[in-house]
């Protein structure tokens, strides 16, 4: 079983920063790419930021600039840092891993951006 716990969501001003993290445990020998979604409210759930075993990285226009995702191997850990908030920002935030073509996915953590 893997298990992802988010944590460092909150409320910050436009302009300010947050970082959030996701914490891993369970079956992640293999961990193939490690990412981050997010849904604004009343809206789906979209591709935000992701992270390869390489250290290759991918961003989504809206954030490109601003995020920047990065992993602790030793923590078993990843990261999201979100610099420059937009109000459009505002939505919960669900980080994730990908193990042999699976994802499994974090409870999610809540990221308000106000103006």
């Known amino acids: 079983q893997v298990q992802l716990v988010e944590s460092g969501g909150g409320l910050v001003q436009a302009g300010g920063s947050l970082r959030l993290s996701c914490a891993a445990s369970?079956?992640?020998?293999?961990?193939?790419?490690r990412g981050w979604y997010r849904q604004a409210p009343g809206k789906q759930r979209d591709f935000t930021a992701l992270i390869t075993d390489t250290g290759s990285t991918n961003y989504a226009d809206s954030v490109k600039g601003r995020f920047t995702i990065s992993r602790d191997n030793a923590k078993n850990t990843m990261y999201l840092q979100m610099n420059s908030l937009k109000t459009e920002d505002t939505g919960v935030y669900y980080c994730y891993v990908g193990i042999r073509g699976r994802m499994y996915w974090g409870q999610g953590t809540q990221v308000t951006v106000s103006s």
């Open positions: 369970g079956s992640i020998f293999e961990i193939n790419v």
